[in-house]
């Protein structure tokens, strides 16, 4: 059953006759961004957790639902392998990292981390709605869903059902991983959810010695295709050592650069 009031979209929803997920009325929740990337592997958790740090750091109350069911790689990155999430029945209770991020990810549910989720696309999105309505989440300035790849079953699903204020796409500077960041933009666009912009992932990689930037795919038109499709470049992040480290070993320092860029990145999606 749908309780408008604890909706964070109650003041802007247009769907409230045929919305069909319940909201738990121990939840507050402000804002909810969804990352995805329509592409496999371009870095969308990663992103994921390193905005969920930003706004963490910033002082904001931030949460991350692992949406990506038959992929969940949230626990790892934020250093959490090997927890079990706990219930009391009826409500699951998140796991919470070292800096106080809140997460829930299928693999706190199962006992062995390589096992697979050999399951049919309702079930996977059954599962998600689940992440959403029974977690006690509590009060969060944002919840921040790390999308499965592509198109898909479970992406029409999350972006139906759950009440997304806006998406960031993650994208690689590649013309063909462009084109099927394109296909995610114009599902966000037809399902109504405004895209905020892009995340440049793996822009470049620096040269330790000289600091000199250098772009692996040069010559490759992500300006074009961002005025194409009408989209903001939210920021550009390098392919880094620093970045691997933050996000699989639990370094928690962050260099300025870095922090500048991810400043430029939540400014534009707060
Ligand atoms: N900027 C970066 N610098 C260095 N390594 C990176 C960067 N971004 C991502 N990676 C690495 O690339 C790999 C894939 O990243 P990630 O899991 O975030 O991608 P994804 O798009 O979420 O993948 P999936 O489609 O499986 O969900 C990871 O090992 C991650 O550490």
């Known amino acids: 059953m749908t309780n408008c009031n604890s909706c964070p979209s109650k003041n802007s929803c247009k769907t409230q006759a045929t919305c069909n997920i319940k909201n738990n009325p121990n939840n507050n929740i402000k804002k909810i961004i969804a990352v995805m990337s329509g592409k496999g592997g371009v870095g969308k958790s990663t992103v994921t957790a390193l905005i969920a740090k930003k706004l963490n750091k910033m002082g904001y109350k931030v949460g991350i639902l692992d949406s990506d069911i038959t992929g969940p790689s949230i626990p790892r990155l934020m250093n959490l392998q090997n927890q079990r999430a706990m219930s009391n029945g009826k409500d699951i ?26 399951w049919k696309g309702p079930m996977v999105g059954n599962a998600v709605k689940q992440f959403y309505s029974d977690v006690i989440w509590g009060e969060l300035d944002y919840l921040l869903i790390d999308m499965p790849p592509g198109t898909g079953d479970v992406a029409l699903t999350v972006m139906q059902s759950i009440p997304i204020s806006g998406v960031v796409m993650v994208s690689v500077p590649q013309d063909m991983i462009s084109m099927i960041v394109a296909k995610a933009v114009n599902m966000a666009k037809m399902l109504n959810i405004k895209v905020l912009g892009v995340v440049e992932n793996m822009s470049y990689i620096q040269c330790p010695d000289c600091d000199k930037k250098i772009k692996l795919f040069e010559g490759e038109e992500t300006e074009k295709f961002l005025s194409e499709m009408d989209l903001k470049l939210l920021g550009e992040l390098p392919m880094t050592k620093e970045i691997v480290n933050i996000t699989h070993n639990g370094v928690s320092e962050i260099s300025e650069s870095l922090d500048g860029i991810l400043t430029g990145i939540v400014d534009n999606i707060k």
């Open 93 to 118: 209770y998140p796991i919470e990292s070292k800096e106080g991020i809140k997460t829930m990810s299928i693999n706190y549910m199962v006992d062995n981390e390589n096992q697979p989720i050999v």
